[in-house]
């Protein structure tokens, strides 16, 4: 199911860095209340690519470990994602707003990551302008 819904910005399973880039920009989008946003995933991939390589837990884990690592994550955006496609068909603006107030606690706990300052850009997501 991920892979169908993934696959036209050109991610692919097998790889732990585009079930993170696909994670990463659905919870931009909920985050920011954009459910129709549409942006370019390559600078994204970029950057993601280049964080996960330069971290050293990630590094560290095994083949197993690194298909655990997707897993979750492909299970998470799947799940994130049915979420918001159901407040999204229904006009559900309260559960829209609770979904994207978790995606910024989220990430900002976990990854110390603002997502509402961050735009969508060619480059990847970068800071918004101030």
């Not at 991939?45 to 083949?63: K, S, T």
């Not at 229904?90 to 829209?96: N, P, V």
Request: net charge negative; glycine share 6%; hydrophobic share 50%.
């Amino acid at each position: 199911m991920w892979a169908e819904l993934v696959s036209a910005d050109g991610l692919a399973p097998g790889d732990a860095v585009d079930a993170m880039v696909s994670y990463f920009a659905l919870n931009w989008v909920i985050a920011n209340q954009q459910p129709d946003a549409e942006f370019s995933l390559a600078g994204v991939q970029r950057q993601v690519r280049a964080a996960m390589q330069g971290d050293p837990a990630f590094r560290a884990l095994d083949e197993a470990g690194r298909q655990e690592f997707a897993e979750v994550l492909m299970m998470n955006f799947l799940l994130q994602q049915a979420a918001l496609s159901d407040a999204y068909v229904r006009g559900d603006a309260q559960m829209m707003q609770q979904l994207a107030d978790a995606a910024v606690a989220r990430f900002k706990g976990e990854m110390g990551i603002e997502l509402r300052a961050l735009k969508p850009t060619s480059a990847g997501l970068v800071p918004n302008a101030p």
